[in-house]
C-alpha cells in the first residue's frame, strides 16, 4: 500500500542518513535492489558569499532592521526542503503509482518545483535588457557644495552604489558587443534616500520628444515579421526612421563612431544627456549636465574585433567587468559637471539645453570633477540583483531638480510605469537592490509582493488623530525635497516644439568635423556597412540626403562604397562650427591597468624569460595570459612549471591588448616557440602554427601592439609582421617597455589605411 511504501522511504532516508560510504538510498520497487545516488560532500551550510559581494545591507520597508544579517540568503540549513521548510528525501523521482506507473497529483514536491520553474522568468527590460551590474561606491570631492545641497555631493560623503551598465536593443541574451548606446545608469543610496542618475555612453539622443521613444525603438528593434536581426541596427526600417526624422542624425553619427562599439565598460564615457538643475542651499538654481569620465580614458573596438568578438565571447563586456573587480583592478570614474545659468531661455552660447539631441562642447563649458566612483563588488546573485534593480529618473534627492526637455518629462512618466509589468506590481522598491539605505516611512499599503508588515490602524492616511498625525511632513531645512517654485510661462496648449528645436545638422557637423582622419574613416566604414545591409534603394538614397546635409565629403566616400551617386546638399551647410578636440578618442596617453597581454610560449621557450615577463605584466598592473599548445602547466620537464591560461584552441586575439611571442633557443624545425608540433602540428613541417599565425596576424590587423624577444622575433619575420607598433628585443623586460608605451595610446593608430 502507499502507507506501506511510504513507510519504506522514511526508513530509507534513515538508513542513508547513516550510511557511512554517504550514498543516500533511494526506495525503489519492491524486491528491486535499491539505488544509489552518491551526494559530493557531507551534508553542510551554505558558503558564506565573499564580502566584497554583499548585497546593500538590507533595511525594511519601514526603516526597522529586518534583523537578517547583511550576507542573509534564501537558502539556509544543511539540508534540502521545500518552499514550506519540510526536509525532502528525494527530489529525482516523482511520485509514481509503481516505478512504471503513471505520476500522481498528490505529489507536492513535484508540482511546487515545476511551478516554481514555470514562472522563472519576468519580462526583459523593453530596451536595456542586455545588461550588466556591480557594487561601489562613491566618494564626494565636496567642490559641488556651493552650487547643490545634495548631501552625498557634500566634503567627505560617501555613498554606495550600485551600477547597471546595458546595450539598448538586443534581448537579454544578445552579445556585448554589437553596435549600438550603451547604459550607464547608477543607483547611490544615499543619507537623503536613492538618487538614479539613469544615463547613457553618448551626450544626446535620437529623439527630442517622448512621444517618439515607440518608434525609434520600433525602428530599431528586430523587423516584425521575421524577428531579425538581432541587436543590430544595419536593417531598413532603423535606416527608414532615422534618414526621414532628420533630429536622429546627430545621435547616429555618434553610434557609427567608435563610441558604438566601446572597448570595455570600464574605459566607457557616461553622460546623464538630459539637463538636470542644481540647487543651493539658499535657493539659488543652476542648470547642470552630468557625466562620468574613466580614469582609464575612453576606447573603442575596432569593427572587426567587435564581430569576432560577439561570435568568440558573448559576454565580452560583462566579463571583463567582472574579471577586473575579482582581480582587485577596480574600475573608476570621476563624475563631472557642466554648469550653466539657470537663465529664463535656458540657452548657452546658442545651444539649447531644453534640447536633448544638442550636447555642449568641453571647449566652452569645462566638464568639473566632483566625486569618484569605484566599482568594488560583483553581484552575489545576478537576478536578483541586475535583473531587479529599477532605475528611474525621477528618483531625486534635495539639491537636484529636473528640467523642461520634453524627452526627460516624457522619462519621468515610463519608468515606474515599466517597472510595474516587469517587477510584477508596485512593491518593487522593496526588493534588496531597490531598497534605499536609509529608514523607509511611506504610507503606500498592500499590492503584489507586499514584504512590509506595516503596524498600526491610522499610520497609512493623513491627516489623522488616531497616531497623533504621524508620520510628518517636513519642508527644506529638515531635508525635505521641495520643488524649484519655476514659474511657468502662461501659454497656449498645444503639440508643438520650439523653433531652436529645428536645427538637425549642424552639431552632427561639428561632430564630423571634430574627428581626426582615421576617426572619420572608421564612420564611414559604419555608415557603409549599415546602409550596405539595407535592402530599400530608396532607404540608401535618403541617407546619403542626409550625409549630404552634414558634410559633402562624408556623403561622397559614403555614396563612393555604396556605390550610388552623392546628392547635393538640400540646406546651407553650416559654417561657423566650433570643432571639439576633446571628442576625440585619439592622441592621448592613458593609464594601462588591467590591459591583457597574451604571452605565446611552448615547451622548447624561453621559459625563464616567460617567467620574468609574467611577474613585471603582473607588477604593472596588467593581465599576462601565458598562451601554450597545451593546457596545464609548461616545463614540468625542468622542474619549475608554468600555469598556462590558455592553449592554442581557446585563445583568440580579440580578448588581448597586446601578443608577444615568446624567444628560444634558435629557430629551427622543431624549435619555433609557436610550433605545435606536439598537438598535432606536421613535426616534417618547419612552419608556425597555423592557429599562433591567425593570433598574430588578427592582433596586428586590428592594430594591437606585437611583441618579441630572441627566437620569438624570427617567428614575426616568418609571419612577415613588420613595421609600426612591433616591438623586438633582446629581453623580455626590453620587449615590455615598448608594448606598455604602445598601450598607453590603446592601438598603433600609425597601422590603420586611412581611406580605403
Ligand atoms: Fe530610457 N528607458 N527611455 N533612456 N533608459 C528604460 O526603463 C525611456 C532614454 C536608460 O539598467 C526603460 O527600467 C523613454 C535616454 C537606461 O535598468 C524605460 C525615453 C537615456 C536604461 C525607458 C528614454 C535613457 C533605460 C526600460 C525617451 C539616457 C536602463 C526598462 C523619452 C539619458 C536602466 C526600464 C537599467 C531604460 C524609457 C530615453 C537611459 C522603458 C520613454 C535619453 C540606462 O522606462
Not at 557642466?338 to 536633448?356: K, N, S, V
Not at 601554450?628 to 583568440?652: E, I, K
Not at 612577415?720 to 606598455?740: N, Q, W, Y
Request: glycine share 10%; proline share 9%.
Amino acid at each position: 500500500s502507499a502507507a506501506h511504501a511510504a513507510k519504506d522511504a522514511v526508513a530509507g532516508v534513515a538508513h542513508a542518513a547513516k550510511d557511512a560510504a554517504g550514498g543516500i538510498r533511494i526506495p525503489g520497487a519492491p524486491g528491486s535492489e535499491p539505488p544509489t545516488v552518491a551526494e559530493p560532500t557531507e551534508p553542510r551550510e551554505p558558503l558564506p558569499p565573499k564580502p566584497e559581494q554583499q548585497a546593500p545591507a538590507p533595511v525594511s520597508p519601514t526603516g526597522r532592521d529586518t534583523g537578517a544579517p547583511p550576507d542573509a540568503r534564501a537558502q539556509d540549513g544543511a539540508y534540502l526542503t521545500t518552499a514550506q521548510g519540510v526536509r525532502l528525501y528525494d527530489t529525482a523521482h516523482s511520485l509514481k503509482a509503481g516505478a512504471r506507473g503513471p505520476v500522481l497529483l498528490q505529489d507536492h514536491h513535484l508540482r511546487e518545483k515545476i511551478m516554481h520553474f514555470d514562472h522563472e522568468r519576468i519580462p526583459e527590460r523593453v530596451v536595456h535588457a542586455r545588461g550588466t551590474g556591480a557594487h561601489g561606491v562613491f566618494q564626494s570631492y565636496g567642490n559641488a557644495a556651493p552650487v547643490t545641497r545634495a548631501a552625498f555631493l557634500a566634503e567627505g560623503a560617501e555613498t554606495r552604489v550600485f551600477v547597471r551598465f546595458s546595450t539598448v536593443q538586443g534581448s537579454r541574451g544578445s552579445a556585448d558587443t554589437v553596435r549600438d548606446t550603451r547604459g550607464f545608469a547608477v543607483k547611490f543610496y544615499t543619507e537623503e534616500g536613492n538618487f538614479d542618475l539613469v544615463g547613457n555612453n553618448i551626450p544626446v539622443f535620437f529623439i527630442q520628444d517622448a512621444i517618439k521613444f515607440p518608434d525609434v525603438v520600433h525602428a530599431v528593434k528586430p523587423e516584425p515579421v521575421r524577428e531579425i536581426p538581432q541587436a543590430q541596427s544595419a536593417h531598413d526600417t532603423f535606416w527608414d526612421f532615422v534618414s526621414i526624422h532628420t533630429e536622429a542624425q546627430h545621435h547616429t553619427m555618434w553610434l557609427m563612431s567608435g563610441r558604438g562599439i566601446p572597448h570595455t565598460y570600464r574605459t566607457m564615457e557616461g553622460f546623464g544627456v538630459n539637463t538636470f538643475r542644481l540647487v543651493a542651499h539658499d535657493g539659488a538654481t543652476t542648470l547642470v549636465k552630468f557625466f562620468w569620465k574613466p580614469r582609464l580614458g575612453t576606447h573603442s573596438l575596432v569593427w572587426e574585433e567587435a564581430q569576432l568578438i560577439a561570435g568568440a565571447d558573448p559576454d565580452f563586456h560583462r566579463r571583463d567587468l567582472y574579471d577586473a573587480i575579482e582581480a582587485g583592478a577596480l574600475p573608476q570614474w570621476e563624475l563631472g559637471i557642466q554648469t550653466f545659468p539657470d537663465t529664463e531661455d535656458q540657452m548657452f552660447h546658442g545651444i539649447d539645453l531644453l534640447d536633448p539631441t544638442k550636447f555642449v562642447p568641453e571647449e566652452l563649458a569645462p566638464v568639473q570633477p566632483v566625486g569618484l566612483l569605484t566599482l568594488t563588488g560583483t553581484p552575489t546573485n545576478f537576478f536578483a540583483e541586475v535583473e531587479q534593480v529599477a532605475f528611474h529618473p525621477g528618483h531625486l534627492v534635495p539639491g537636484i531638480d529636473v528640467s523642461n526637455d520634453p524627452l526627460l518629462q516624457g522619462r519621468l512618466f515610463s519608468y515606474l510605469d515599466t517597472q510595474l509589468t516587469r517587477l510584477g506590481g508596485p512593491n518593487f522598491p522593496q526588493i534588496p537592490v531597490n531598497r534605499p539605505h536609509v529608514p523607509v516611512n511611506d504610507m503606500l499599503r498592500d499590492g503584489f509582493h507586499q514584504d512590509a508588515v506595516h503596524v498600526g490602524n491610522a499610520s497609512h492616511y493623513k491627516p489623522n488623530s488616531i497616531d497623533g498625525g504621524c508620520p510628518f511632513t517636513i519642508g527644506a531645512d529638515g531635508g525635505g525635497y521641495v520643488e524649484v517654485p519655476e514659474p511657468v510661462a502662461a501659454s497656449v496648449k498645444e503639440r508643438r516644439a520650439p523653433e531652436s528645436f529645428d536645427d538637425h545638422f549642424s552639431q552632427a557637423r561639428m561632430f564630423w568635423l571634430s574627428m581626426t582622419p582615421l576617426e572619420q574613416e572608421q564612420i564611414v566604414q559604419a555608415y557603409t556597412f549599415e546602409l550596405g545591409k539595407c535592402y530599400e534603394q530608396a532607404v540608401k538614397e535618403r541617407q546619403l540626403l542626409a550625409l549630404a546635409n552634414i558634410d559633402p565629403e562624408l556623403c561622397r566616400l559614403v555614396a563612393q562604397g555604396l556605390g550610388l551617386p552623392a546628392p547635393e546638399a538640400t540646406i546651407p551647410l553650416a559654417d561657423d562650427v566650433v570643432v571639439s578636440p576633446s571628442l576625440s578618442m585619439i592622441g592621448k596617453a592613458w593609464p594601462t591597468d588591467g590591459r591583457r597581454i597574451g604571452i605565446v610560449a611552448d615547451e622548447s621557450s624561453d621559459l625563464d624569460g616567460v617567467r620574468e615577463l609574467r611577474e613585471a605584466i603582473d607588477a604593472a598592473g596588467m593581465v599576462p595570459l601565458v598562451i601554450a599548445p597545451h593546457g596545464g602547466m609548461l616545463g614540468d620537464a625542468t622542474g619549475a612549471p608554468l600555469p598556462v591560461q590558455r592553449t592554442f584552441l581557446t585563445a583568440r586575439s580579440v580578448e588581448l591588448d597586446a601578443v608577444v611571442l615568446a624567444g628560444a633557443p634558435a629557430p629551427g624545425p622543431d624549435a619555433t616557440p609557436a610550433h605545435d608540433a606536439k598537438a598535432g602540428g606536421d613535426p616534417k613541417t618547419p612552419s608556425v602554427d597555423p592557429r599562433v599565425t591567425m593570433l598574430v596576424a588578427e592582433a596586428f590587423r586590428h592594430s594591437k601592439a606585437v611583441g618579441a624577444w630572441g627566437a620569438g622575433s624570427a617567428v614575426l619575420a616568418e609571419v612577415g609582421i613588420t613595421g609600426p607598433g612591433v616591438v623586438t628585443g633582446d629581453s623580455p623586460a626590453a620587449v615590455l617597455e615598448g608594448v606598455r608605451e604602445l598601450l598607453a595610446a590603446h592601438r598603433v593608430w600609425e597601422r590603420f589605411p586611412v581611406r580605403v
